[in-house]
């Protein structure tokens, strides 16, 4: 049935093609809302045991000649992934309620991006995989290039052009799988013993390729830059989805198919891990653009992700997968503030002029949003941040001890910057020389537009907060699935 969740939205992708422009908004909010109950359902009625390995659910000749075959598969790790999709996906439709300006292009290029994540996290087949993860690239383009603001032209073509070369990379890594084993199979080239030599060179490529998309330093920069430049569903998209992407594949292919490989490289993988933390942190201290801040955020947290999944032992990864979907909905929650909630209102995200607002009265509710996201950002105990970080940090230690103390630096340096956003944006004492609107907030006056939180705003937030919260308090949930999912892997030490 979860497959359901890719026919759908390339449905509702096909649709926006012929239905009236009127009608676009619901079609993309039905769509989306279909996907994340069809993930509901499968949580909740796909039996623990059945999620332990990768199983089949659809497997259909696609091209024989070549051994392609139209394969789909689900175990814990892909239905979290999975899951979060379909929250995501629910909340940027809402964040984007009021889209005017081409509505249909628009959201035919958002439910694109939803249905190639669908297929990459539900895909058993490599070329499959492939051709869903390349799928992803050409729709996040046409969102910022079209869609976005600042710089997005530079923003749409620098993410382009970091994501085809990871996907080249990619490329050659499955391209030496298929030429040894002879299959494109996962679960048959999990099984096949490559040669030491290989996997010493076939891994490093390939776990790359996938790691560029995942913000791995060095080749983060785009992630910022396309944030910035991208619409405000773009944002959430490209981090609570697509950033996902790169460390789904990096785990379900290059370590799982080359184990030797990525224990060879595993230290190298926690060292960029670290200072992906530290030094995005220490950065976005410095940022005085809201969304440069979240941005720089975003890969600080990826870093967390790497760290977990360097750790090759089964706390550490399966904390990795549950800090992949926190982080989704944490991040999607600070980019529609920032992009959304503050910035169609003040038309500014310069930390110091939003701090002379007085925007914890004007606007209470995203006050209230953004004092949730950052708490969860900064891992407080109660929400989902926390719950991955400290899994993550414990599995660590059994690995990289030292690593663990370092990241303690980063995780003070996260908390700094987030609070130091949060003082600025709602809660700033600093004087504003931007005329007051009345009783609402402080704006240009050549702009004076509706200054009220909208319902499907408010919808979008209270369901990204709902996420947080839950798995917070609750890990349970989706750790018991992903536990036996990650102990089935071939590369646990």
Known sequence: MIAWTIYITFAGVVLLLFLPRALSRWLALSTTVAGFAISLIALFQTPVGDLAKFTTIVRIPWVAVLGMNYHLAVDGISLTMVLVTGIVAVSTVLFSWDIEHRQNEFFFWLLLVVAGSYGVFLSADLFLLFVFYELVIVPKYFLIAIFGSTNREYGAMKLTLYSFFGGALVFIG?????????????????????????????????????????????????????????????????????????????????????????????????????????????????????????????????????????????????????????????????????????????????????????????????AFTFVIASAASMGIPGFSGFAAEITILIGAWKTFPIAVWITGVGMVLVAAFTLRALKKSFFGDAFSSVRMQEGRVQVDSDWNEEQAISVAEKAGACLLMFATLAVGLYPKLLLDRIVPAVEAMRFLK
């Open 174 to 366: 499955i391209l030496a799988a298929y030429v040894t084993a002879g299959s494109l199979d996962l679960d048959q080239l999990a099984q096949f013993q490559f040669s030491s030599q290989l996997q010493s060179w076939a891994f490093p490529v390939l776990f790359l390729g996938f790691a560029v998309l995942a913000g791995v330093w060095p080749l983060h920069t785009w992630a910022p830059t396309g944030h910035v430049a991208a619409p405000t569903a773009g944002s959430m998209l490209l981090a609570g989805i697509v950033m996902k992407l790169g460390a789904y594949g990096g785990l379900r292919v290059a370590m799982n198919l080359f184990p030797q490989g990525f224990h060879a490289w595993s230290h190298w993988i926690a060292v960029l891990a670290v200072i992906g933390i530290l030094y995005a942190a220490a950065v976005a201290l410095h940022q005085s653009d809201l969304k440069f801040v979240i941005g720089y955020s975003s890969v600080s947290h990826m870093g967390f992700v790497l760290l977990g999944l360097a750790t090759a032992n089964t706390l550490g990864v399966s904390g990795a997968v549950l800090q992949m979907f926190s982080h989704g909905v944490i991040a999607a929650l600070l980019f529609a503030v920032a992009g959304r909630m503050l910035y169609r209102r003040t038309h500014t995200r310069e930390l110091d002029a939003l701090s002379g607002m007085n925007l914890s009265r004007a606007l209470p509710f995203a």
